[in-house]
């Protein structure tokens, strides 16, 4: 099937030309038709009013052959109204990626002054592809990474519990009541390890889904503040929780937020243990679209090193940690359509912003939170 940059469907009754000034045309021997005609991108140019199809270039016309779509009105309005596109009603840019007869096509839609609507249209079947192979590859890196961190994680308590049986099963008729105490007080030790992993590895798993809805993000922080502060009162470790002076909506899963607040919190509270002035810091702030809680302690802070690997499953500073606390933090957060970000300095202490989505971005762009 052959394709021209003039070509027009059955039912068009008028052209659109791309032509320059009559100065440009002593020098360019083409007209912006032309132009268009020699992209490697297609250019659908599609006008409902009409019901026409003003303008398709080769590239346009080589991905529709490859879709098993004819250059008509009809064909073409019905395929996009099945993937949920209304040409009609399409008042601003517009991108979306379709997927058809084992291809799939990037779509990029503006509205034109004549209201017809400029389309590129382009086949992404091998970059799709190829990210896929990527993604794939990525994921199995991180599988043997995870198992590899649990079989460490159980496999060194567990054959510490299997020497410590076997001591005791050898040395059972000899050992005093206060040795073979010790040596159950080791195993229970051991044990209550891998409970920790596996306690969790369950935290990982139990939020597979997040009902997000409108809360009093105020109300939130206060109710974990008054959980919080007795704990953190034992240790020693000051918390100012400065609270937001106006009602400030946020679309959140509460249950979800106080997980990953108590995990951001918990390795705050680890980070200043040794500090003779130990403090954390919760305030709020309105950033464009965002509400910002920001968690701020005066601890040992971490080296950039430290922070490149926050995210990576069992890797952690602390002894008794297992690396999975802000890996979970952010699998809650990313599925509650929030940010995540964490700044650091050795000695300094570090500070976390958590970025929260608005329910009402308009009402609360002038509202006044502590600073």
């Known amino acids: 099937m052959m394709w021209s940059n003039s070509i027009m469907s059955n039912t068009a009754e008028k052209s659109m030309h791309y032509c320059p000034s009559p100065a440009a045309e002593t020098s360019t021997p083409w007209c912006f038709a032309g132009v268009l005609d020699r992209l ?205 002076d106006d009602l400030i909506q946020v679309d959140i899963d509460p249950r979800a937020l106080h997980q990953a607040m108590l995990n951001i919190l918990t390795n705050a509270a680890d980070a200043v243990r040794d500090s003779s002035d130990a403090e954390i810091t919760i305030t709020t702030e309105i950033e464009s679209d965002q509400a910002q809680i920001i968690i701020r302690d005066n601890g040992c802070g971490m080296t950039e090193e430290q922070i490149s690997m926050l995210f990576q499953p069992f890797y952690t500073n602390k002894p008794h940690g297992n690396g999975l606390g802000l890996v979970i933090t952010r699998k809650l957060l990313t599925m509650m359509q929030a940010s995540l970000d964490i700044q650091s300095r050795v000695n300094e202490g570090s500070t976390v912003r958590i970025g929260l989505t608005l329910t009402d971005c308009e009402q609360s762009k002038n509202i006044r939170t502590a600073p």
């Open 40 to 244: 490697e991108e297609g250019v659908l140019i599609v006008d409902p009013d009409h019901e026409s199809i003003p303008y398709c270039n080769t590239a346009a016309g080589e991905v529709l052959t490859n879709l098993g779509l004819a250059l008509d009105f009809d064909i073409i309005l019905q395929f996009l109204e099945s993937r949920n596109v209304d040409l009609k009603a399409i008042a601003t840019h517009q991108t979306t990626s379709v997927f058809h007869n084992n291809f799939v096509v990037a779509l990029n839609l503006t509205p034109l002054p004549d209201e017809s609507i400029f389309i590129q249209i382009k086949d992404i079947t091998e970059q799709k592809r190829l990210e896929s192979i990527a993604e794939t590859v990525n994921t199995m890196d991180n599988l043997g990474f995870i198992f590899s961190g649990i079989r460490h994680e159980i496999g060194n308590p567990l054959n510490s519990i299997k020497m410590t049986i076997s001591v005791l099963q050898k040395n059972l008729e000899h050992f005093s009541k206060e040795d073979i105490s010790r040596y159950i007080d080791r195993s229970a030790s051991e044990i209550t390890r891998m409970e920790y992993l596996l306690k969790s590895l369950r935290n990982f798993s139990m939020y597979e889904k997040v009902d997000c809805s409108p809360c009093d993000l105020g109300k939130f922080i206060s109710t974990l503040h008054g959980l919080i502060a007795p704990d953190l009162k034992q240790k020693k470790i000051k918390v100012d929780c400065i609270l937001p």
